[in-house]
């Protein structure tokens, strides 16, 4: 069967994994352990190697291709008895399966966004259901789709309301960074009451964490003359700056160029770097606290192979003050000298045209919430927002999931969007706009003849309307049968030939951009 695992922060989900794991081995099965990024990793084989020994296997895509050649074999021979990986590790050739676990269960990384597209969380299922396992669904913010399974009773829903060590939950201040602005008179990076935490943590040797979820130093460069941003030549994005290598980027197809010295439409000097991002976030920490050992973790610090775990290592021995870092700091560390949290832009993903941002909101602050005060010493999170009276901060700030799940629900019922109904998200791509929407106008006609019982939104401009130099238009295909509803996608594709290569065919979407 399948058994959701609800826990907060620091409840001990991984010891109930361990102890579940050693029942499974005693029966004679083996146990596969899915974590959502390769970050996560290193602390779980770790944990399971402290029972297990090396009958430990790895399994993501930043081994080596020998590596994973020799992991692979020893997984084939039956030399191992668990298999720690990411979501590709769900095709790991273990015989004799009894348990299978999926940790941090509602993170979006295990969602498959190339083709082939699948979901690791729902693949593990249906494995677990292919070889008789268990399996475990581990989250403090369980996915609405787990959770209404679970309340319906198709999953069991085993709680872990309290923190092992019986310690509070980290005290939460939101901070309106509306009032820090007018008093300023300008963009400010670091509120005072965040600052003041930091000086205070520093002050008694513990340890901060500081997550802002964009990298880069600043997201936009602007014209102070003309107003136009530096836009992506390739896609319908601007271009983030990033100030330590001197270049401006693109986050989506990779275009990169010297950072601009005059405006590319007006040729004015005025150029001005708007917004915030991790390296920029990084530099205001040093200077505000020119004292603390600041570093910095995201996708453009980490992208040496190990240093990732040479980064966590270094901060567990406390050997840096001032962790900054985007949402690969925020889910499935421990450490007990962090005493203080601090969350800038909370309602960043708040702006985004997707029916899931609040979901994602609240599931990012809770869980950057619980790394604070899981030792001896109690925690204290300070939220910088500009909204916050959005529910998705407010009942994260009180971590209160079932007041969350119930406001969220209500939301997706009236609107009919997952988990109340099954979707469907077709993405048309052209070479020109034009062609793109005579394409999705074609195919969404034909879905609404199909599809008598759903709903057909569509076609309408992508919220990427460009990307990798192909304009792109979008339709939601909705309706209360998953199964015909994906059979007749498929007939119709099958009817226009033409169509195939270019559609973009994503059922179960975790992102509608």
């Given amino acids: 069967?399948?058994?959701?695992?609800?826990?907060?922060?620091?409840?001990?989900?991984?010891?109930?994994?361990?102890?579940?794991?050693?029942?499974?081995?005693?029966?004679?099965?083996?146990?596969?352990?899915?974590?959502?990024?390769?970050?996560?990793?290193?602390?779980?084989?770790?944990?399971?190697?402290?029972?297990?020994?090396?009958?430990?296997?790895?399994?993501?895509?930043g081994l080596s291709p020998g590596e994973r050649h020799d992991q692979w074999h020893r997984i084939r021979s039956g030399g191992v008895d668990v298999v720690v990986g990411t979501r590709s590790a769900v095709f790991a050739p273990l015989e004799d399966l009894g348990l299978v676990i999926v940790d941090e269960e509602h993170d979006a990384s295990y969602k498959q966004e190339e083709t082939p597209r699948y979901h690791g969380r729902d693949l593990a299922i249906v494995r677990g259901q292919h070889d008789g396992a268990l399996v475990v669904l581990g989250s403090a913010t369980p996915s609405l789709e787990s959770y209404q399974q679970a309340l319906r009773g198709r999953y069991?829903?085993?709680?872990?309301?309290?923190?092992?060590?019986?310690?509070?939950?980290?005290?939460?201040?939101?901070?309106?960074?509306?009032?820090?602005?007018?008093?300023?008179?300008?963009?400010?990076?670091?509120?005072?009451?965040?600052?003041?935490?930091?000086?205070?943590?520093?002050?008694?040797?513990?340890?901060?964490?500081?997550?802002?979820?964009?990298?880069?130093?600043?997201?936009?460069?602007?014209?102070?003359?003309?107003?136009?941003?530096?836009?992506?030549?390739?896609?319908?994005?601007?271009?983030?700056?990033?100030?330590?290598?001197?270049?401006?980027?693109?986050?989506?197809c990779g275009y990169t160029r010297a950072m601009p010295t005059r405006c590319p439409s007006c040729s004015g000097e005025f150029l001005e770097l708007t917004g915030?991002?991790?390296?920029?976030?990084?530099?205001?920490?040093?200077?505000?606290?020119?004292?603390?050992?600041?570093?910095?973790?995201?996708?453009?610090?980490?992208?040496?192979?190990?240093?990732?775990?040479?980064?966590?290592?270094?901060?567990?021995?406390?050997?840096?003050?001032v962790l900054v870092g985007t949402q690969m700091i925020a889910k499935g560390h421990d450490f007990p000298r962090v005493t203080l949290v601090g969350v800038v832009a909370a309602d960043g993903g708040l702006g985004i045209g997707d029916f899931r941002a609040a979901e994602r909101t609240f599931q990012l602050l809770t869980q950057v919430a619980g790394r604070a005060g899981r030792g001896e010493r109690p925690g204290e999170t300070i939220v910088q927002t500009l909204y916050p009276g959005h529910y998705s901060i407010q009942y994260a700030c009180r971590q209160d999931y079932e007041g969350f799940y119930a406001e969220e629900i209500a939301f997706r019922q009236a609107m009919r969007y997952p988990p109340c109904l099954a979707l469907v998200n077709l993405v048309v791509r052209g070479r020109t706009e034009g062609e793109a929407m005579r394409d999705g106008t074609a195919l969404a006609s034909a879905l609404r003849e199909r599809t008598r019982s759903g709903w057909v939104l569509g076609p309408a401009p992508a919220a990427l309307g460009r990307l990798k130099g192909e304009?792109?238009?979008?339709?939601?295909?909705?309706?209360?049968?998953?199964?015909?509803?994906?059979?007749?996608?498929?007939?119709?594709?099958?009817?226009?030939?033409?169509?195939?290569?270019?559609?973009?065919?994503?059922?179960?979407?975790?992102?509608?951009?």
Avoid: W
């Fill in 471 to 513: 304009h792109r238009v979008q339709i939601l295909a909705k309706g209360d049968h998953r199964v015909r509803l994906r059979k007749a996608v498929e007939s119709i594709l099958a009817e226009h030939p033409r169509l195939v290569r270019r559609v973009t065919v994503d059922v179960d979407p975790v992102s509608v951009r």
């Fill in 1 to 61: 069967g399948v058994a959701l695992l609800h826990g907060v922060t620091g409840s001990g989900k991984t010891e109930v994994y361990l102890r579940l794991a050693l029942e499974a081995q005693r029966a004679g099965g083996r146990v596969l352990v899915l974590v959502p990024e390769i970050g996560l990793t290193p602390a779980s084989v770790t944990a399971f190697r402290s029972v297990f020994g090396e009958r430990v296997a790895i399994q993501h895509s």
């Fill in 156 to 252: 069991d829903l085993v709680r872990l309301p309290t923190r092992a060590t019986g310690h509070d939950l980290s005290a939460v201040r939101i901070v309106d960074m509306k009032g820090e602005v007018a008093e300023s008179g300008r963009e400010v990076v670091l509120s005072r009451t965040l600052a003041e935490g930091l000086d205070d943590r520093l002050t008694r040797h513990e340890q901060a964490i500081v997550l802002l979820n964009r990298r880069g130093y600043a997201p936009v460069v602007l014209c102070r003359q003309c107003g136009v941003a530096a836009e992506c030549p390739n896609c319908s994005v601007s271009l983030t700056a990033h100030r330590r290598d001197g270049r401006v980027r693109c986050h989506y």
């Fill in 276 to 321: 915030v991002g991790t390296e920029r976030l990084e530099a205001e920490a040093c200077q505000r606290c020119p004292a603390a050992r600041v570093a910095r973790m995201d996708r453009d610090t980490m992208a040496r192979r190990g240093a990732a775990a040479a980064l966590l290592a270094a901060f567990g021995r406390g050997e840096i003050d």
